[in-house]
């Protein structure tokens, strides 16, 4: 099998002939394959690539409300195009404006480099688009007045550059819950919702409206599957949250997915461990960089034992490689023990490494591990 | 016995994440002519205790904590300008706290101040994306008992180490205890770096910190 086999093996829970290790299709893994050596043969020795974060498979279009982004380089700002360039790509501040005719949102957040397949944004707690109930109402515009087109050229385009080394995931925004955590943060969201319950489920209601349209969209597309960004963890997406806001829309959107062939796959990142028993009740396929202790909180024999019929696409626990290489194999070979005899089961390397030479050394120690005990079935 | 029924029902109101109840309580306590001091240890610190003991058991959660902290901070803006300073209760110890260098996730942070502070501790909060110097430069300054450290992403934990590794080089190591927390962090990282203490979530970090204090 190549890795693209391999992978969509499991997503179709049939069995591979070893269990899939995969990495994100970004820059910084790309720049690794082509030119560090020890890295240079990966890709022909198995290593899968997920484009997770690549496509979206349609555009969109918000008629009267413009956005403006401005990035700012304090006293870095030079006469020099050359210094500017250099200025572009180092850690700044970026600030914006979205204007509606309803009114303006603001928005704030420390950008570390022009690589544009970094992650989403992280906002400071004065940066995020909603700072309390009174920017709900052009929020509300903004989200009402989208209109969603579907566009499958890149997606096609990067499915034949990737060819056997890969998969190509539709790329849709958040779900509801999670995208109300993303416009908030964390503290608003808690405030608004003990103190302002009508509004804050109104708001969700109408991004799960309109989001329906994004994922019925994502499911009628030539990606390989759907995947939700969702950075799920217990702590902040409590099981109250979970079952509440973030099972309804789940079950619906698997659905329709379902009805395309496709598998409906959620990043869930953080702590799982008390939304171990609503994981299950939930029609998703595939639980994305599920990170296992030390890190996370839920052992991978527990969850592989509580949910029996989702896949789970494990995340090597970052921290584990400022141990050294002996410690990165080490917990690897526990891993696939664990996930023994490896059905429903992939690796992959999906949260950040403490740094580049951190990562750049783990990669092949955990390949060479998965080629030498990884075959299925895991005994 | 009045006065008891409204601490009561104050403190309840701030364990059942109450805003508007908690405020009115506050109000007609002060009405009644209960000290703010009293309002505080008695009512305040004892819910959050309360609190923290309901996240223990897992039945709330971060956004507890984040709205119990903001009902603990909207009262002591009514209490504050009404507190007789010289009656103001004692602090048990002195922590500086921040992110590492590069992370501007706080929420874990001020977490652990609102906990640390209904501990009766006095903190001193460097905010986010705190480099080592800065951390080194507060620590001469304020003579704190505990630095305490707090990571969401692991790029973080190379910066946490060169505190301690600058901290050493300052002969400052031995001088305080040093905390680091958040989800990144684990026991093996911890030892590794000689750091004193480790905690995964905000309410373990506060009893570790308390346990040294009291020690």
């Known amino acids: 099998m190549n890795a693209r086999e391999r992978i969509l093996a499991v997503l179709n829970h049939e069995t591979p002939d070893k269990i899939p290790f995969t990495i994100y299709l970004e820059t910084k893994y790309m720049v690794g394959l082509a030119l560090y050596k020890p890295w240079r043969k990966l890709l022909d020795k198995g290593l899968g690539l997920h484009g997770a974060e690549v496509v979206q498979p349609y555009k969109v279009i918000c008629p009267n409300s413009k956005m403006e982004i401005t990035h700012h380089y304090g006293e870095v700002t030079s006469w020099s195009p050359v210094d500017i360039l250099m200025a572009m790509n180092s850690t700044h501040m970026v600030t914006g404006t979205i204007e509606t005719p309803v009114g303006k949102i603001n928005l704030k957040t420390k950008w570390q480099d022009l690589d544009l397949s970094s992650m989403i944004p992280w906002f400071p707690e004065d940066g995020y688009l909603v700072k309390n109930s009174e920017d709900y109402e052009t929020l509300k515009y903004l989200i009402e007045n989208t209109e969603y087109q579907p566009f499958y050229d890149d997606i096609k385009n990067f499915k034949m550059i990737i060819g056997n080394y890969g998969v190509i995931a539709a790329f849709v925004p958040k779900t509801p819950f999670q995208s109300m955590r993303m416009l908030m943060g964390p503290k608003t969201l808690a405030i608004e919702f003990y103190t302002n319950r009508k509004e804050f489920e109104d708001l969700y209601k109408l991004i799960y409206k309109k989001e329906l349209e994004i994922y019925k969209i994502a499911a009628e597309s030539p990606a390989d599957f759907i995947w939700s960004p969702d950075n799920v963890t217990g702590q902040v997406t409590t099981p109250k949250f979970f079952e509440k806001f973030s099972l309804p829309f789940y079950n619906e959107v698997a659905d329709v997915i379902h009805k395309h062939d496709k598998a409906y796959v959620v990043h869930m990142d953080g702590m799982l461990k008390s939304l171990r028993d609503l994981i299950p009740k939930t029609k998703i396929d595939a639980i994305e960089s599920f990170t296992p202790p030390p890190v996370g909180d839920l052992p991978l024999k527990e969850a592989r034992e509580f949910w029996k019929d989702k896949i789970i696409w494990a995340n090597f626990p970052e921290s584990v490689s400022l141990q050294g290489q002996k410690a990165v194999k080490e917990k690897t070979l526990e891993m696939l023990k664990d996930s023994a005899p490896g059905d429903n089961f992939l690796m992959g390397i999906s949260e950040g490494f403490p740094s580049t030479l951190h990562l750049f050394a783990s990669v092949p120690t955990i390949l060479n591990v998965i080629n030498k005990h990884g075959t299925y079935p895991i005994s | ?215």
């Open chain 2, 1 to 215: 016995m009045e006065n008891y029924k409204i601490l009561d029902a104050m403190k309840e109101s701030i364990v059942d994440l109450n805003l508007d109840k908690a405020i009115k309580s506050c109000k007609e306590a002060l009405s009644q002519g209960i000290a703010p001091n009293k309002i505080i240890e008695d009512v305040i610190s004892k819910a959050l205790k309360l609190v923290g003991e309901k996240y223990e058991a897992k039945e709330y959660f971060i956004p507890e904590l984040i709205m119990a902290g903001e009902i603990s901070s909207q009262l002591m803006k009514i209490l504050l300008p009404r507190l007789n300073v010289s009656k103001s209760s004692k602090t048990i110890g002195k922590v500086i706290i921040g992110t590492g260098k590069g992370d501007i996730h706080d929420i874990g942070k001020n977490i652990v101040i609102t906990f640390l502070k209904a501990e009766g501790f006095k903190v001193i909060d460097l905010g986010v994306d705190v480099t080592s110097e800065q951390f080194i430069e507060a620590i001469k300054k304020e003579k704190p008992d505990i630095l305490a450290i707090s990571a969401l992403i692991s790029s973080t934990l190379v910066e946490i180490q060169k505190v301690l590794k600058d901290l050493k080089a300052a002969n400052l190591k031995d001088k305080i205890k040093v905390i680091i927390g958040g989800p990144p962090v684990t026991k093996e990282f911890s030892e590794s770096i000689g750091a004193d203490g480790f905690a995964k979530t905000a309410i373990d970090g506060v009893k570790i910190c308390k346990r040294w204090i009291l020690k």
